[in-house]
């Protein structure tokens, strides 16, 4: 089983649609977890960390349970400039700063 | 904003070649990483620095070495290149335990 798991997509949503990524990890010891969003042929770039508590940023909420161990990425009000792949991440506790990047989910937003 | 410099965006070496790929970062970060990246696999961990002269395994570190002579500076040697070393090469950095890692633009490395 992978660390981090999540369903590759492509998820096709219209414009103005709410879509919903999860993202499920193995180590329950996991202290950290992000999203990051990368575009087609670049780097990966941090779109939010995620906290207990869930957090929102704008269009974007992200969500954790840690009894369940799966991270939620919910987006309102999709743009076309959503674009992209959206990558889980969690840290791997015990192992020194290190992070495991899900495969990651692509979503593509039409007009 | 952090900025994490490659020298290289696209790569192309042969098999048996000894390949420098560099990183810079201008942050003052203590911790740098070595990742590649696969279609259908993520990122994977290569090599990783906590400080100068520093190094740590990481998930996937055969084929590889690495060298950390100066803060800024995080390079990845690939010894003797073989085409199953083909692949997206990213550096990161960070500035502590738990904090995002910031990530360069890529070297796109063809190994023939």
């Known amino acids: 089983r992978k660390e981090v798991e999540q369903d590759p997509g492509p998820f096709n949503v219209p414009e103005g649609a709410t879509v919903a990524f999860n993202c499920t990890y193995s180590n329950s010891a996991s202290q950290s977890f992000f999203w990051y969003r990368q575009d087609c042929r670049k780097e990966p770039k941090l779109l939010m960390s995620?906290?207990?508590s869930g957090n929102e940023d704008g269009r974007f909420t992200a969500q954790l349970n840690r009894a369940s161990q799966y991270i939620s990425l919910l987006i309102r009000d999709s743009k076309l400039s959503d674009s992209a792949t959206y990558l889980c991440?969690?840290?791997?506790?015990?192992?020194?700063?290190?992070?495991?990047f899900g495969a990651g989910t692509r979503l593509a937003v039409h007009p | 904003d952090v900025k994490v410099t490659q020298s290289s965006r696209y790569l192309v070496k042969r098999t048996g070649e000894k390949v420098f790929l560099e990183c810079v970062q201008d942050?003052?970060?203590?911790?740098m990483f070595w990742y590649r990246q696969d279609p259908g696999l993520g990122l994977r961990l290569i090599y990783f620095s906590y400080d100068v002269k520093m190094k740590e395994k990481g998930d996937i570190p055969e084929g590889y070495s690495v060298s950390r002579e100066k803060k800024e500076r995080f390079s990845l040697i690939l010894e003797s290149a073989s085409t199953n070393q083909t692949s997206m090469y990213l550096c990161a950095s960070n500035s502590g335990i738990n904090q995002p890692q910031h990530f360069g633009d890529g070297t796109r490395l063809s190994i023939l």
């Open positions: 991440v969690v840290n791997r506790s015990g192992g020194y700063n290190k992070l495991i």
């Open positions: 942050m003052d970060h203590e911790n």
């Open positions: 995620v906290y207990s």
